[in-house]
């Protein structure tokens, strides 16, 4: 992989880790019906600025953050990969200790700080979680192992099967081509899932990226006229703006639409911006943080939220301000805490984030 392109991966991955982090920074909440299926609040109807400002960014423009995580992982993870038995199992040991070390721990650690938060009475009363110190055997493994209490991990769940996985994705891949592909990514469009776990959008986007390593295909190399950035950056504004005044619908073919439009404008973009972005030295020495505030924000994110609208209370005034500052403090402090431990215990930071 030449130096441009590892360049712009490392700089992307950071916009996308904060694109990430405001995702989980959308402050409305759903009510649940008594059939367990989820119905919009009153407060969606009467904030009607707030809504259209945190749906906009949170489930329409940052939406693209997650795919492209994975092409990029799929990319990777076959880059100079022939395919022998001695290769998948070099990768794949490789990857425990990348993965599966820093999922368990960081599962475990969302585990401790939400049971914990658990004997704080105002974050007891608004949560729908049961109380962890009455788990079960079977609790305590789902919450870890399949269904994550820290609720990103979900990403590094999926790839770690995928990893698993890995000779079937490399010979389907090898000898199908962008057939398998394309089959999930209808079955994505449609909002049908193969599987619980991986997800669908994984399964596509991940072979996406391993399609593009295998088959050494230089896509991610390619640039493109600004005409033709300009014009679909614009294209998926509109369609993005479109999704929001319907009502965001993750199922939604629009949605869907809004996100492949989405990967091709802000890969591109980067190209357009390259000299300008590469001009902020603090972008490039921020990216090594990007791992850590991901598995670091989300159990933080939730009891500042809490705590934020336990002060202020809940009105679309402090809903907005409330989705700008929360997320803002918590990427700050990831990075300071980041800092610190790779400063202090370098040995620690480097075991709970696999070496990284």
């Given at each position: 992989?030449?130096?441009?392109?590892?360049?712009?991966?490392?700089?992307?991955?950071?916009?996308?880790?904060?694109?990430?982090?405001?995702?989980?920074?959308?402050?409305?909440?759903?009510?649940?019906?008594?059939?367990?299926?989820?119905?919009?609040?009153?407060?969606?109807?009467?904030?009607?600025?707030?809504?259209?400002?945190?749906?906009?960014?949170?489930?329409?423009?940052?939406?693209?953050?997650?795919?492209?995580?994975?092409?990029?992982?799929?990319?990777?993870?076959?880059?100079?990969f022939n395919g022998t038995k001695q290769e998948?199992?070099?990768?794949?040991?490789?990857?425990?200790?990348?993965?599966?070390?820093?999922?368990?721990?960081?599962?475990?650690?969302?585990?401790?700080?939400?049971?914990?938060?658990?004997?704080?009475?105002?974050?007891?009363?608004?949560?729908?979680?049961?109380?962890?110190?009455?788990?079960?055997?079977?609790?305590?493994?789902?919450?870890?192992?399949?269904?994550?209490?820290?609720?990103?991990?979900?990403?590094?769940?999926?790839?770690?099967?995928?990893?698993?996985?890995?000779?079937?994705?490399?010979?389907?891949?090898?000898?199908?081509?962008?057939?398998?592909?394309?089959?999930?990514?209808?079955?994505?469009?449609?909002?049908?899932?193969?599987?619980?776990?991986?997800?669908?959008?994984?399964?596509?986007?991940?072979?996406?990226?391993?399609?593009?390593?295998?088959?050494?295909?230089?896509?991610?190399?390619?640039?493109?006229?600004?005409?033709?950035?300009?014009?679909?950056?614009?294209?998926?504004?509109?369609?993005?703006?479109?999704?929001?005044?319907?009502?965001?619908?993750k199922d939604s073919l629009l949605c869907k639409?809004?996100i492949v439009v989405g990967l091709f404008a802000?890969?591109?973009?980067?190209?357009?911006?390259?000299?300008?972005?590469?001009?902020?030295?603090?972008?490039?020495?921020?990216?090594?943080?990007?791992?850590?505030?991901?598995?670091?924000?989300?159990?933080?994110?939730?009891?500042?939220?809490?705590?934020?609208?336990?002060?202020?209370?809940?009105?679309?005034?402090?809903?907005?301000?409330?989705?700008?500052?929360?997320?803002?403090?918590?990427?700050?402090?990831?990075?300071?805490?980041?800092?610190?431990?790779?400063?202090?215990?370098?040995?620690?930071?480097?075991?709970?984030?696999?070496?990284?």
């Amino acid at each position: 992989m030449n130096k441009y392109l590892s360049e712009k991966i490392n700089i992307i991955s950071l916009f996308l880790i904060i694109m990430v982090v405001w995702i989980h920074g959308f402050t409305f909440e759903y009510g649940i019906a008594s059939d367990g299926s989820f119905y919009k609040t009153q407060q969606w109807f009467d904030w009607k600025i707030s809504l259209f400002v945190q749906s906009f960014f949170s489930q329409g423009i940052n939406r693209i953050a997650v795919p492209m995580f994975f092409i990029i992982s799929g990319y990777l993870f076959f880059l100079k990969f022939n395919g022998t038995k001695q290769e998948f199992i070099y990768k794949i040991k490789k990857r425990f200790h990348s993965l599966v070390v820093p999922f368990i721990f960081w599962a475990l650690f969302g585990v401790v700080i939400v049971f914990l938060l658990q004997f704080v009475p105002s974050f007891k009363q608004s949560s729908s979680r049961s109380l962890i110190i009455n788990y079960s055997l079977f609790d305590f493994f789902d919450s870890i192992a399949l269904h994550p209490i820290s609720g990103q991990l979900w990403f590094l769940r999926d790839l770690i099967v995928m990893v698993f996985f890995c000779p079937i994705f490399y010979y389907a891949i090898k000898y199908m081509k962008i057939l398998p592909t394309l089959c999930f990514f209808i079955l994505w469009l449609l909002g049908k899932d193969v599987f619980d776990i991986p997800r669908n959008e994984a399964i596509v986007f991940f072979s996406f990226g391993a399609y593009l390593s295998i088959h050494h295909k230089n896509y991610l190399l390619k640039t493109f006229n600004k005409k033709i950035i300009l014009i679909i950056t614009f294209l998926w504004i509109i369609i993005v703006g479109t999704q929001t005044i319907l009502g965001y619908d993750k199922d939604s073919l629009l949605c869907k639409i809004g996100i492949v439009v989405g990967l091709f404008a802000f890969w591109t973009l980067y190209d357009l911006c390259q000299k300008k972005i590469l001009s902020i030295k603090l972008l490039k020495t921020l990216s090594c943080y990007t791992f850590f505030i991901y598995v670091f924000h989300f159990p933080l994110l939730l009891f500042l939220f809490k705590t934020m609208f336990h002060l202020f209370g809940k009105t679309e005034t402090s809903s907005l301000i409330i989705y700008f500052l929360c997320p803002t403090i918590i990427i700050f402090v990831s990075i300071c805490v980041a800092y610190l431990l790779k400063k202090l215990m370098p040995k620690v930071y480097s075991f709970i984030l696999g070496g990284r």
